[in-house]
């Protein structure tokens, strides 16, 4: 099951894609991780499609990720008189915690910390923008909170219809009672990975961090431009990264987004945290059995600029064709993978390892088996940090991760170029030799007199102990020598 393409494809699963023959199908298409939507999927159905995922793990015998989605908080009006309203151009339209039906010129924003936190000349958005709000006062009285705004973008709002505060730093924490609730149901089912939604701040990725206890790895979402303001400090605390475009697109001009994806996928690179590109890949996949042009670009400049991973949503949890639109993004990756230019745009956008010896061999081993001819790089890793390291130089010779931990080998799932095999620890220099080998010619990736590099730390089993890097061949029986 060695696929033949360095990005990753991590495909959400719903109603279109939640029995055990569809995730197998998937996997099969090029899915290497499965993200589970906790807005969608109540606690029984989150046990019984990780229980399936890992009886398809079994079936193939490869590591399969799994991501829990935590939904975050979810700001809605109130309801209305006959369920919806008409708010005209340049009317007056006010916010409140009254919980009477609202009407054309008010309605309830049952959040009273948001009411209290919004300010003259932030902008209040609707049903993902299609009406916008601009604040112009605010009046208390005793503890009572009315939010005047003027209707700048015209349009119709109904019944507990979305909003989204671009320009307000939201006075809660990202994670709420229910998704306190997921994140502990989601750590007792053995998840590999927990996203988090609606990221402002580094210390919203801290609490889950905190809880996960390092169960499992903590992707933050960004989604806000308050995250995009303090993303240094959010990779610094975070595992992972995801650029969800759809609700970024929303609170931030639209020509934007594009910037903001490159910038952090180059950062996620440097910083040698994966990086994956989410929202509307391949959207009319959801109806039609092919993309759209436009739809094969983007998810051609994704893989181009180095992501980690490119992710569907819809496409593959509601679609009419789950399946066609994994394998499309999988062929995708391959194309873009082999066109001339790929190597050279990688290449470009390299940057200098950092002062520490992991990195020192990782830089070495990429140039070392770019420079003689080296058919694969086996790094041996408890934790995942050695394999990411090599990750991150995005080598052009393919690499194999060597873990004794399961856990480890299917949170590298979502990481650029990583062909995870969960293996016994090694016992010595020698073991440590002649199982890189075997394993690699077994996977497909050298054969007989064909040369590998072995990346190594030792003592072994020591995390974060990379010192080590050997020369070796692959003898006729598929054993190897230095």
């Known amino acids: 099951m060695r696929r033949m393409r360095r990005v990753k494809v991590v495909a959400t699963l719903g109603p279109a894609s939640s029995t055990p023959g ?18 969608h999927t109540s606690r029984e159905a989150l046990r019984q499609r990780v229980a399936d995922i890992r009886a398809v793990e079994a079936a193939v015998g490869r ?42 010129t008010r309605a309830q924003l ?18 993902d923008g299609k009406v916008e709000l601009k604040v112009t006062q605010t009046r208390r009285r005793g503890r009572n909170i009315a939010v005047e705004t ?4 015209p349009g119709a709002v109904s019944d507990r219809k979305g909003v989204s505060l671009p320009d307000t730093t939201i006075p809660v924490s990202a994670m709420t009672a229910k998704d306190r609730s997921d994140l502990e149901a989601a750590l007792d089912c053995g998840v590999d990975w927990i996203a988090v939604s609606f990221v402002q701040r580094p210390e919203d990725v801290a609490d889950v961090r905190k809880v996960a206890a390092g169960r499992a790895l903590v992707m933050a979402k960004i989604e806000k431009p308050q995250a995009v303001a303090r993303l240094e400090e959010i ?66 400049t994704a893989v181009f600029e180095g992501a980690d991973a490119v992710m569907l949503s819809a496409e593959s949890a509601a679609g009419q064709f789950p399946v066609e639109a994994v394998a499309t993004m999988d062929r995708i990756g391959v194309q873009v993978e082999s066109d001339a230019n790929f190597r050279a745009i990688i290449n470009a956008q390299r940057s200098a390892p950092e002062s520490t010896g992991a990195d020192a061999i990782a830089a070495a081993a990429r140039t070392i088996a770019e420079t003689v001819d080296i058919r694969t790089i086996v790094a041996w890793t408890a934790s995942g ?7 991150r130089e995005r080598p052009q010779t393919p690499m194999i991760a060597l873990t004794p931990r399961q856990a480890t080998a299917r949170r590298l799932a979502v990481a650029w170029g990583i062909h995870a095999v969960v293996t016994e620890d090694a016992h010595d220099v020698d073991d440590m030799t002649e199982r ?28 974060g102990a990379t010192n080590l890097l050997r020369m070796a061949f692959i003898s006729s029986t598929g054993a190897g020598g230095a």
């Open 63 to 104: 590591p399969i990720g799994v991501l829990a989605d935590l939904q975050g908080p979810k700001l809605r009006l109130g309801v209305f008189a006959g369920g919806r309203a008409i708010l005209e151009s340049g009317a007056r339209f006010v916010l409140d915690g009254d919980e009477t039906p609202g009407s054309a």
């Open 436 to 463: 890189a080998c075997r394993i690699a010619a077994a996977e497909g990736f050298a054969k007989p007199a064909e040369r590998v590099l072995i990346v190594a730390g030792v003592p072994f089993g020591s995390p």
């Open 385 to 391: 940090a050695t394999g990411l390291r090599i990750s």
């Open 22 to 39: 569809r995730i197998e199908a998937l996997f099969r298409a090029g899915a290497d991780m499965f993200r589970i939507n906790m807005s």
């Open 150 to 153: 003027t209707v700048v973008v």
């Open 235 to 300: 990779f610094d605390v975070a595992d992972g990264v995801m650029v969800a475009r759809g609700d970024l697109g929303v609170e931030m001009p639209l020509e934007q987004v594009p910037g903001i994806q490159k910038l952090i996928t180059r950062m996620g690179r440097r910083l040698g945290k994966p990086v994956v590109i989410a929202t509307q890949m391949l959207e009319s996949m959801i109806s039609s059995p092919v993309p759209t042009r436009a739809e094969v670009s983007d998810v051609a």
């Open 110 to 127: 049952p959040h009273p910390e948001i009411l209290r936190a919004l300010e003259p000349g932030h902008r209040v958005l609707v049903d």
